[in-house]
T-cell receptor, first 113, second 114 residues
């Protein structure tokens, strides 16, 4: 069975500080994709960053970066220089072969001014 | 491009009523799916389709039907609404075979069943 676990239901961070959201997953697949999606109060699901399992280099997108540890099946998201607009629910997602996505239960992040 | 369009954005039903949530995408994506989002449970897959004429069940399919007569449209039908189906519903599409494999989401439908 494919599962995705986000163990931090809620987190907060001071504006301009750095925060790390954790995600672990369980799979027997060797080739897959990992994603972080952001859901602001508008409810729209927005892709933050993606990682291909066969790539050892960690993905980065501006202030967002991941720490991908394939052996540990861990995929954490680091947000640097946090901004008020980063306040949102963040979902980790995993896609093995077959295009079916599996989502974690989400982490609610609040950026404090 | 409009991307993934869901209608309606809000809906209130009485127990036992039926309705169809519409989903359309203009990106020629083969793969489409429906999720429900409930507090503390993330997004759970209801049904998905890998192409026109092909559908399959996800994690929570009971009480829902889908069809895929065209590549663009993937409606979700509630046959006899129950309060347990009160949720936010998302439609999504993905381009199969793309190196990116990014899933694009609609804006969601908030459904309340009284």
């Amino acid at each position: 069975a494919q599962t995705v676990t986000q163990s931090q239901p809620e987190m907060s961070v001071q504006e301009a500080e750095t925060v790390t959201l954790s995600c672990t997953y369980d799979t027997s697949e060797s080739n897959y994709y990992l994603f972080w999606y952001k859901q602001p109060p508008s409810r729209q699901m927005i892709l933050v960053i993606r990682q291909e399992a066969y790539k050892q280099q960690n993905a980065t997108e501006n202030r967002f970066s991941v720490n991908f540890q394939k052996a540990a099946k861990s995929f954490s998201l680091k947000i640097s220089d946090s901004q008020l607009g980063d306040t949102a629910m963040y979902f980790c997602a995993f896609m093995p072969r077959g295009n079916q996505f599996y989502f974690g239960t989400g982490t609610s992040l609040t950026v404090i001014p | 491009n409009a991307g993934v369009t869901q209608t309606p954005k809000f809906q209130v039903l009485k127990t036992g009523q039926s309705m169809t949530l519409q989903c359309a995408q203009d990106m020629n994506h083969e793969y489409m799916s429906w999720y429900r989002q409930d507090p503390g449970m993330g997004l759970r897959l209801i049904h998905y389709s890998v192409g026109a004429g092909i559908t399959d069940q996800g994690e929570v399919p009971n009480g829902y039907n889908v069809s895929r007569s065209t590549t663009e449209d993937f409606p979700l039908r509630l046959l006899s609404a129950a309060p347990s189906q009160t949720s936010v519903y998302f439609c999504a599409s993905t381009h199969r075979g793309s190196s990116k494999n990014i899933q694009y989401f609609g804006a969601g439908t908030r459904l309340s069943v009284l």
